[in-house]
């Protein structure tokens, strides 16, 4: 069971996690389970809980501590017997240092930690994962489409430069795929295709770049941290369009 703790409002994430009973708040027309309850005897996966607040870290820690709970609404106690992942782009211990989130809740956590490098230190992971970018957007648009090798080559030597910032990691390597696959005349990804790609990433690399040093200015290391990283590429792109307005 997966869940991504950023994406539902935190006056939500008791009843996702816990459940509720009928009639224990508008809109509750039947009793539901919780994702705990529904994970016992195997394994829940809760992404970004650097993102949850402190009162749900509470009763996420008495869950986790005791695996029980009460459901919203409810007078009595489940049991749930599960496994616990969690992930996060934050760094948990800067977190608690500034105490926005709970020691304890960390230190029942951080049994086993592993730490995902990002895209740029991890080049070796930039082929395969392109490939199977490639292949997933050719069975979704029903479109045989391959690289030339000579085009691949130069894809995968750019990718390894110093230039290639791959600030969205992931996304970005799989949000150049599909631009390069949808202006692939053909049934090939050809130089050209790759040269074009290869620009337009560094010019987004660099405006990103700029922006980024605008809201440093503006919020300082310590705040810049605290914002969400989909909330920064928003705020990114606000500021870009700012930057290129007249008024």
């Known amino acids: 069971v ?76 489940e049991q749930a017997d599960f496994q616990l992942i969690a992930g996060t782009n934050r760094d948990l211990r800067q977190e608690v240092l500034k105490g926005t989130f709970r020691e304890d809740l960390f230190a029942r956590l951080n049994t086993w930690t592993f730490d995902l490098p990002a895209l740029k230190d991890r080049t070796e992971d930039i082929e395969p994962n392109l490939l199977f970018e490639l292949e997933r957007f050719s069975l979704a648009q029903q479109r045989q489409l391959r690289f030339h090798r000579e085009a691949l080559d130069k894809y995968l030597d750019f990718s390894r430069t110093r230039d290639a910032l791959w600030r969205g990691n992931f996304r970005d390597l799989s949000a150049s795929l599909v631009r390069m696959a949808t202006l692939a005349e053909g049934s090939r990804i050809t130089v050209e295709n790759v040269q074009d790609e290869i620009i337009r990433l560094k010019k987004l690399w660099s405006i990103e770049h700029k922006a980024q040093d605008v809201l440093l200015d503006l919020l300082g290391h310590e705040g810049l941290a605290q914002v969400d990283e989909f909330d920064r590429i928003q705020l990114i792109g606000v500021i870009e369009f700012c930057q290129k307005s007249k008024s």
């Open 2 to 77: 997966a869940i991504n703790c950023a994406a539902i409002p935190e006056t939500l994430l008791e009843s996702e996690l816990f459940g509720y009973m009928k009639v224990s708040f508008t809109g509750a027309d039947a009793n539901k389970k919780g994702l705990f309850e529904v994970s016992d005897h195997g394994t829940i996966f809760l992404d970004e809980i650097g993102e949850i607040g402190l009162d749900e870290q509470a009763m996420l820690l008495k869950a986790l501590e005791d695996k029980s709970f009460f459901p919203v609404g409810s007078d009595k106690e």
